[in-house]
């Protein structure tokens, strides 16, 4: 039998005691899961940053991926679970931060609320959900529990809504918006490969942000451009990145996650 | 068979390969077990800290939990293992770091000296205990080796004083003092949740710090209160913290780790 | 049956997406296998540091250690596999990172490129093969794929060379090289535990450094010299080391990676 696996993914730094008790947590219920550390160095409560790394469970084994980036933990939000299609489980919080990793995964099958104590950790800490609800619920329905047993289901379209959505062609151009920028400085766009290569660009692509216009050669890696020059090619998540080789992208150009980003086809010869 | 829990605490800091090397001693020892990191942020030599959080091992499985914040490596300090009577064994130096853990994991079973070299990494270093004695003596424990088989027992009294000890209440105020400060600017205190819970607060509470007195609202979580302001609340580790509600409690009132605080319910109506 | 260990090494800096995919790929491949993290915290493209993190497998069990420290990605820099003679696989780019480890772990007993796309997570990113060639090739190996299947054999002498050799004695000095500096601004020099054997220091011993000579006391752990003083010891990974008691024998000293470092013994009474 494969053993299942658990990740996790959090705003909380370097290696912290919240990290280390949700692995205990995880293995109190689970000793035979293999429990992983997807990524926990997302700026402090920043959701479209944790969108963002959970897409990036299309890389992992079929499993049960916790995310706590929760800026609202100790309200009313809700606690949630939501079975994909390709049968992975998304657990956190209704902030939206689940969603894109739910579209890349299939899509969703069955969304429920985490209302069952008897799969929680007790007493429930109002400040710490990660440990005493999200944990709980994945390490438990790696045992095999149901889905359904967490609690009352809901509508995938009751959630609230994504960080962001998905580029759109128009015109001719693809209408973007930067939805992270990694340690070097490099900016990443809400655009798939798919819709990249129905886009199908040439040799350059102008990309239009506010007041500033930068035309980018298309490359497959940073090195097909000198030192200090950009470029724009796949990145290794899925999307498409603007980048300066062995330099920063959003330092030079002064961009800002958030910022939409207009990208159009160099139409002089 | 469960699987036994193996966790390590150090000072070492972003993933350094003192960890990793941790981790593979305990797996050549017991390929068996889950080894976990709890925490590893602690900040150099901060036993005060490293005492804390070794506390929140009451949210792990049962286990074998390895302490590394050791500043006097190599010197005559003695290693030591405790075992406690939730049915934990915590290992590390002799200098306090383990004491109020062992404390709340029910108090002390039995204590010895970390000296029968069959259960070393050998040669040991003399700067690295953590690998070749520590993690060793834990991850043979994890395998079923009888912890009298480590050493002579010591006496639980006569080991090295814990950094802190447990806030009293004396004539209706509590006499505390600041344990922690987490990267946020919370400050912890060293009081239980059972001493608050004794002290009995009503909605408003002095903190009387040296020459400043801070009145706190009490409430179960952050946004009980506006963007800014101060609060005191049962922390996620079963002690008490301060906080402001998106803000840093100990610079704004320049409270340091180590800091008196008396604690006095609000008289005035 | 014992459980395979895989041990990930990268430049990524604090816990990133990147380590939990190589994680998550790997645990596909292998649920079997103990993944660890051996080390991340090697600066960006640091060929000479990532060298000196893989010697330190002699600690970790036989196993397959995957090195990430690839400023050629995408390239044409071929990806290597090295069995050695103690068993173990290193796996990495062919960009001298593994050499040093090699010699440490016994010799070169096979090396094959990576070539076979069975054994690779496809498509493979062109700027991402510690995911899709290097942890997919490692896990393969750890199911019991063998080494020959991954591709073509090489010949050892054939590889890039090593960022440093080993130190040599000649009329009775070390020629030395500072191969990395550590968090402590302590520095390791490649000299090996045998090498200073055989050199047999006396109680005090000389560096010269271009311009600077520091007469440095031989120790065997930091407490033996007041704090602010300097002295040279055994490090704890099978190097020679200087550094201050609490101190930062890098900044005193203005000592910089890869400075040359003559070692004499001081012949004055």
């Known amino acids: 039998m494969k053993k299942p696996l658990i990740s996790l993914t959090s705003d909380f730094g370097v290696q912290t005691q919240g990290i280390g008790n949700m692995h205990g947590v995880a293995l109190q219920i689970n000793p035979n899961a293999n429990v992983i550390d997807l990524m926990h160095g997302i700026a402090d409560f920043d959701i479209q940053s944790g969108a963002r790394t959970m897409e990036t469970t299309i890389h992992l084994p079929i499993g049960f991926h916790v995310c706590v980036v929760d800026p609202g933990v100790g309200t009313k939000r809700k606690g949630i679970a939501i079975k994909t299609k390709r049968g992975d489980v998304l657990v956190g919080p209704d902030n939206g931060v689940l969603i894109p990793a739910t579209r890349i995964l299939g899509g969703c099958d069955k969304v429920v609320a985490l209302e069952n104590p008897k799969y929680q950790k007790l007493p429930v800490s109002p400040i710490f959900h990660g440990r005493d609800v999200f944990t709980p619920a994945a ?20 959630l609230v809504k994504a960080p962001y959505e998905d580029a759109i062609i128009a015109d001719d151009q693809i209408q973007s918006e930067v939805i992270h920028i990694n340690k070097f400085g490099s900016i990443h766009l809400n655009i798939s490969y798919a819709l990249w290569d129905q886009f199908n660009p040439n040799e350059k692509i102008i990309l239009e942000f506010n007041e500033k216009t930068i035309e980018c050669p298309v490359v497959s890696t940073f090195g097909e451009v000198d030192k200090g020059k950009h470029l724009i090619m796949k990145d290794d998540y899925g ?31």
Chains 1, 2, 3 share one sequence.
């Open 139 to 158: 390490a438990h329905l790696s045992t095999g529990v149901k889905i359904e047993e967490l609690g009352e289901e809901l509508k995938f379209e009751d």
């Open 239 to 269: 999307r498409i990145e603007a980048a300066i080789n062995l330099g920063s992208f959003s330092e030079k150009f002064k961009i800002k996650q958030g910022d939409k980003c207009v990208v159009k086809k160099n139409s002089s010869p």
